[in-house]
């Protein structure tokens, strides 16, 4: 894919429910980053017939020198969706953060159960169809399709993949801004002066599901877009995230508490993946490659 346009410079490809919804607020206010209005703008999955024009008017607003970035976690549960994005740039920067499968599953399940219309836990194991604004998606979890997809991304994008081990960045995420600063090839923006901890779309954070659902109908998203200023939209989505997550430590939605028949099940699937993510981290939780 060819295109005299803007287009993005890195791609945050993975997984979802590790930490994407954070990055999206943080980095935007980076000054020498520039990411679309639209969190997910989701082109090399489900958005892909719209075609480069599309995808590039998301980032018609850069600004000089702005390194440009995609940050979507459906790129990591779809495997079109790794080869458009070589097709369109091989020599892409990636960036993947990948969690602990056993974790990632449930926290999925939770996040999809408020907002589209999933099968029971074991079926949804199985593999599961979403509808994002009018295009259904199938995610498969089985076969090792974690850790395939990790390999994937390395494999074609050689050398220019940041990846790290989200339970690196709850620990410390300051450290893991600055390594994206760093792969971004980026002035160092974040400090201790102007980070302030906070979490954003954690599991257990009290979510609004009709407001959630009614951004997955088809042209709900692209209205706003279209009808509201990049920086109002910017502000409401970041007050909205805040105040969905105020008082999470001590008076949080209570979590869906999983069978042990469920959990078992999990395992079975799962241990396989969890095994070689334990393995790639076991030396660094943080790397290039």
Not at 247 to 258: G, H, I, S, V, Y
Request: hydrophobic share 40%; proline share 4%; with cysteine.
């Amino acid at each position: 894919m060819v295109s005299d346009s803007p287009m993005p410079d890195a791609i945050m490809a993975g997984m979802s429910r590790a930490g994407t919804t954070f990055m999206y607020h943080y980095l935007q206010k980076h000054p020498d980053i520039f990411i679309p209005t639209r969190k997910e703008v989701c082109f090399f999955a489900h958005h892909f017939g719209r075609g480069a024009g599309w995808y590039s008017n998301f980032y018609k607003e850069k600004k000089g020198e702005q390194k440009t970035l995609d940050i979507c976690g459906l790129y990591f549960s779809t495997p079109e969706s790794l080869e458009r994005i070589y097709q369109f740039n091989p020599d892409i920067k990636i960036i993947l953060s990948v969690r602990n499968p056993f974790e990632w599953i449930c926290s999925l399940y939770e996040q999809y159960s408020g907002i589209f219309d999933v099968l029971p836990f074991k079926e949804f194991l199985k593999g599961c169809n979403v509808e994002r604004e009018g295009e259904t998606q199938y995610i498969d979890f089985n076969n090792q399709v974690i850790s395939k997809s990790i390999e994937n991304y390395l494999r074609r994008f050689k050398g220019n993949v940041l990846i790290y081990d989200f339970s690196y960045f709850q620990e410390d995420p300051l450290v893991v801004l600055n390594e994206i600063e760093s792969f971004l090839g980026v002035p160092r923006f974040f400090n201790e002066t102007n980070f302030q901890n906070r979490k954003i779309n954690a599991r257990g954070r009290k979510r609004i599901s009709w407001f959630a659902k009614l951004l997955h109908v088809k042209g709900v998203v692209d209205l706003i877009l279209k009808l509201f200023p990049r920086r109002l939209i910017l502000a409401i989505r970041e007050k909205l995230d805040q105040n969905a997550v105020k008082n999470l430590d001590t008076k949080p939605t209570k979590a869906r508490e999983f069978t042990l028949e469920e959990k078992a099940l999990v395992q079975e699937i799962f241990q396989a993946d969890h095994d070689y993510i334990r393995q790639l981290f076991e030396n660094e939780r943080i790397f290039v490659v």
